[in-house]
């Protein structure tokens, strides 16, 4: 599987982005979906995961309650809407996708090592 991802930009704080992880090539349904994120002088982190079907998620605890992950299985498409934007969100974001990754609830599944197939970043930078 091949991924692109595409939405970032520059915002004002308390602003919202919806970042797109578009694929090609292969069996979409077939990989959980992760956003990653990295900041200047900072480890790789991730910050949200969906399952293969889209019944299970997880999410960084900085960012619960303000971002939403999904996916459209037909359309191949994994977005992450990002509401309530700080500062501390700056990074270049990532999608990455995993065959084996089994989403068990309790667990953090969203490792960046975990995922193979990784997109080209894009960057967010909230700002005012």
């Known amino acids: 599987v091949q991924l692109q991802a595409s939405g970032g930009g520059l915002v004002q704080p308390g602003g919202s982005l919806r970042l797109s992880c578009a694929a090609s090539?292969?069996?979409?349904?077939?990989?959980?979906i992760g956003w990653f994120r990295q900041a200047p002088g900072k480890e790789r982190e991730g910050v949200s995961c969906?399952?293969?079907?889209?019944?299970?998620?997880w999410y960084l605890d900085p960012v619960k309650g303000r971002f939403t992950i999904s996916r459209d299985n037909d359309q191949k498409m994994t977005y992450l809407q990002m509401n309530d934007l700080k500062p501390e969100d700056t990074a270049v974001y990532s999608c990455?996708?995993?065959?084996?990754?089994?989403?068990?609830?309790?667990?953090?599944?969203?490792?960046?090592?975990?995922?193979?197939?990784w997109g080209q970043g894009t960057l967010v930078t909230v700002s005012s």
């Open positions: 090539e292969g069996n979409f349904d077939y990989y959980a």
């Open positions: 969906i399952s293969k079907r889209g019944d299970n998620s």
């Open positions: 990455a996708a995993d065959s084996l990754v089994m989403s068990l609830p309790g667990t953090n599944w969203c490792r960046p090592g975990w995922y193979d197939h």
